[in-house]
């Protein structure tokens, strides 16, 4: 089992930026492909980003290509989501989650462990 801790969020304004982590613990970090998800108000959860075991291999949802980067260190057992040029509606409740393969994937039901998410509001 890992437990996954998202600190950080918070408000911005419009094309402002932001850098989110999430730090895992319980089980060895490098053994796990990772996923940042978000979820706005009455909408369903959606994937952001993904990134393999090591980094070499990362996701991106079209709507945040080209402004939000993700990223880990192994040392640190942390994963990282930084965001530029956010726009409104990129606000949502951002969650990390952990999945139990070497596969990097995009689907919310593939990840097995999820943190409790973190506000991320973008005033216009």
């Known amino acids: 089992q890992v437990q996954l801790v998202e600190p950080g969020g918070g408000l911005v304004q419009a094309g402002g930026s932001l850098r989110l982590s999430c730090a895992a613990s319980?089980?060895?970090?490098?053994?796990?492909?990772m996923g940042w998800f978000r979820q706005a108000p009455g909408k369903d959860r959606e994937f952001v980003s993904s990134?393999?075991?090591?980094?070499?291999?990362?996701y991106y949802a079209d709507s945040v290509k080209g402004r939000f980067t993700i990223s880990r260190d192994n040392t640190k057992n942390t994963v990282y989501l930084q965001m530029n040029n956010l726009k409104p509606e990129d606000t949502a409740v951002y969650y990390c989650?952990?999945?139990?393969?070497?596969?990097?994937?995009?689907?919310?039901?593939?990840?097995?462990?999820w943190g409790q998410g973190t506000q991320v509001t973008v005033s216009s």
């Open positions: 989650a952990a999945r139990t393969s070497s596969l990097v994937v995009t689907t919310e039901g593939a990840y097995d462990y």
């Open positions: 990134i393999s075991r090591s980094g070499g291999t990362t």
């Open positions: 319980g089980r060895t970090f490098s053994n796990y492909a």
